[in-house]
């Protein structure tokens, strides 16, 4: 039986190295964006998922946080992203901005529900 993934802000990544997870994570972070009409495009590739998936983030995070932060919330609140965890990263996370701490935190969140989703669909089969 597999366990619960454990993924720590260290570890992130080991579990970007998948193409399947890559993807999903993609498809997760760009579901979850869309919603709140914001457009984000990847390239998909598996190599320097992170390093992109920061940097395309940050940079639409940037841009909210200075012209829309109303709709930023809505999207920290629909990726389920406390304050208490963004003031963690806050604390670990010394050289990163504010927006490349957030953008973190959304692809974190957003790699665990995909693991969290593949780790229950594995138990049932």
């Known amino acids: ?17 998948k193409e399947e997870i890559v993807k999903a994570t993609i498809a997760q972070i760009i579901k979850d964006f869309d919603m709140h009409g914001v457009t984000v495009i990847f390239t998909g590739t598996t190599e ?5 998936l920061l ?10 946080l200075i012209h829309d932060y109303s709709r930023l919330l809505s999207i920290l609140y629909q990726v389920d992203i406390t304050e208490k965890e963004i003031a963690k990263a806050q604390q670990e996370f010394h050289d990163y901005n504010h927006a490349e701490i ?3 935190q959304i692809i974190v969140r957003d790699l665990k529900k995909v693991l969290l989703r593949q780790y229950y669909k594995s138990k049932d089969q």
């Open 102 to 104: 957030l953008a973190h």
């Open 48 to 52: 320097n998922a992170y390093p992109e």
């Open 55 to 64: 940097q395309k983030l940050s940079g639409e995070i940037s841009f909210l």
């Open 1 to 17: 039986m597999s366990t619960l993934p454990d993924i720590r802000p260290d570890n992130i990544a080991q579990f970007l190295n």
